[in-house]
């Protein structure tokens, strides 16, 4: 079995190799091939990468390289992890949205729009350059923002799969809290990429008992915690959101707090360049602990279990996945992509049946939903007016000057990634 990574040269990379490394009974790759353009940083990581599999005692073959269509050619799987632009755009994309009075983060509002207009156009290219180099090979897709990217591939008719880490990271937090092993949680997970509701919590499987109602009684300030909302809005909810709804449930108190503290990239970015030194380290052959702060956590087992579903012989499994609402959610178009329960096999996934959301989550999954179609637009065809469109509809947004003073501000700070601007 051959895995090709695209991006190996992350920071991110270690955390998936040991996530390869301890779970290779699930996934038995014979070949790893990391691939980036950024040569001097992707040795290092290969040499890591090579010195984790050697200690745990993998067989697998590691390898480097910078030319994308020999590193993926007959790859039975492909996984995308790329920032176009790097820290320096991220960065970017969480300040200037600031100066109109919006939340500056990069896979929502203003910022996430410029990084789907810089992000969408290469990865359709390394995807067209897959399907040459590998017809056969599933796509698997962690570049954010995941919904609009995959959304983009199998739009262009792409055997693609979007994973984000949201949802295994709840799994795990909830069975640590009702002590049972993560395998016992299935969550009912509902919305798109990074605008997410958990609305049970299933003990068992997808027909085991709904306790979620004694996880907020016995746990629910432990929750909040961590959501950094108000403990109060879980009880008023009865369910519990993402911790990207924070932007939209407490948005102008996140401005704020934006405004007056160093931006994640600025903190991300010095996080990045002590990883290197101690990846640098010839004797270093584990991850280190510092990169559990860097984010994706678990994010190295959601791959493992998707890549493995996708590519085993063992059955379906279900798993929590960004892929085609085809009338899961009615009131969205079948193109849509949503993140839910799905069934996942050699086939694909498939949604698993979800209950008719709330209307205060229906209203908003429609509402980002169509601002995803508007910015899928302006990403694949250029132009100031679908960008002013695209945002004047996210719900962040949603007023005329405003989207003026953004739309200017998206184009000054990204024309190198803009061709047509």
Not at 145 to 151: A, E, F, K, L, Y
Not at 159 to 170: S, W
Not at 256 to 282: C, F, I, Q, T
Request: charged share 20%; glycine share 10%; aromatic share 6%.
């Amino acid at each position: 079995m051959k895995l090709a990574v695209v991006g190996g040269g992350s920071t991110y990379t270690p955390e998936l190799i040991d996530g390869f490394a301890r779970l290779r009974d699930t996934l038995p790759i014979t070949e790893l091939v990391l691939v980036d353009p950024a040569t001097e940083r992707l040795e290092l990581i290969g040499a890591l990468a090579r010195r984790i599999f050697a200690r745990q005692g993998h067989p697998g073959l590691i390898t480097t390289t910078a030319d994308l269509d020999a590193g993926v050619a007959g790859a039975d799987a492909v996984l995308l992890q790329l920032r176009i632009g790097g820290q320096a755009a991220r960065l970017q994309d969480e300040t200037w949205p600031l100066e109109c009075g919006c939340v500056g983060q990069e896979t929502t509002g203003a910022g996430g729009l410029a990084k789907a207009l810089r992000t969408v156009p290469v990865v359709l290219d390394i995807a067209e350059r897959v399907r040459r180099a590998a017809p056969d090979a599933w796509i698997i897709d962690f570049t954010n923002p995941v919904g609009i990217v995959t959304r983009a591939l199998l739009g262009a008719g792409h055997k693609a799969v979007g994973l984000c880490n949201v949802a295994i990271g709840f799994q795990r937090k909830f069975a640590a809290l009702l002590d049972v092993a993560p395998a016992e949680i299935h969550l009912g997970h509902v919305g798109l990429n990074h605008l997410t509701w958990e609305t049970a919590v299933r003990l068992g499987g997808p027909d085991g008992p709904d306790v979620l109602p004694r996880l907020l009684a016995e746990h629910g300030a432990a929750v909040a915690a961590d959501l950094r909302m108000p403990r109060a809005v879980l009880d008023r909810l009865g369910v519990v959101p993402s911790y990207y709804l924070r932007y939209f449930y407490a948005h102008d108190e996140v401005v704020r707090e934006l405004g007056e503290k160093p931006s994640r990239a600025a903190e991300v970015a010095a996080m990045e360049r002590e990883l290197l030194a101690l990846y640098a380290d010839p004797a270093l052959d584990e991850k280190p602990a510092l990169l559990a702060r860097r984010g994706g956590a678990f994010y190295s087992e959601a791959a493992v279990d998707l890549a493995g579903a996708l590519l085993g012989d063992g059955g379906p499994s279900v798993q929590v996945v960004n892929t085609r609402n085809d009338g899961t959610l009615p009131f969205l178009p079948d193109d849509a992509v949503i993140e839910v329960q799905a069934r996942v096999d050699g086939a694909g996934p498939v949604p698993l049946p979800v209950p008719a959301p709330d209307p205060l989550h229906a209203g908003l999954i429609a509402h980002v939903s169509a601002y995803e179609d508007l910015a899928l637009d302006a990403a694949l065809r250029g132009g100031r007016e679908r960008v002013f469109r695209a945002l004047l509809a996210h719900p962040l947004v949603g007023q005329f000057e405003r989207a003026e003073g953004l739309t200017d501000r998206l184009i000054a700070h990204n024309k190198e990634h803009l061709p047509w601007a």
